[in-house]
């Protein structure tokens, strides 16, 4: 079992930045795939990101790509998520989620966070 808190959600100006971050109980975290997905008012569910099990791999979705970065730290079993360059449409509930699998797709993830809010404005 793992229960993930995710923090560090706010209310930012366009260009700004800021860092997420989710950590997690559990002794096996570092055994897990984490990902990000993000929920906007109305929309679905979409994939933001994820992060292998031992860091080293990385991948983003298109919209979010080279201004997004994943990281995580095992040892304080934490993942982040660094966001760069925000712009209103990144305006979001943001998850995070752990699962077997670096995936893009949520079905993978087995445990989820209670989201935090990102409000970006213009």
């Known amino acids: 079992q793992v229960q993930l808190v995710e923090s560090g959600g706010g209310l930012v100006q366009a260009g700004g930045s800021l860092r997420l971050s989710c950590a997690a109980s559990g002794r096996t975290f570092s055994s897990y795939a984490m990902g990000w997905f993000r929920q906007a008012p109305g929309k679905e569910r979409e994939f933001v990101g994820t992060?292998?099990?031992?860091?080293?791999?990385?991948y983003y979705a298109d919209s979010v790509k080279g201004r997004f970065t994943i990281s995580r730290d095992n040892a304080k079993n934490t993942v982040y998520l660094q966001m760069n360059s925000l712009k209103p449409e990144d305006t979001a509930v943001y998850y995070c989620?752990?699962?077997?699998?670096?995936?893009?797709?949520?079905?993978?993830?087995?445990?989820w966070g209670q989201g935090t809010q990102v409000t970006v404005s213009s």
């Open positions: 989620a752990a699962g077997e699998w670096d995936s893009d797709y949520d079905g993978v993830y087995d445990y």
């Open positions: 992060i292998s099990w031992r860091g080293g791999s990385t």
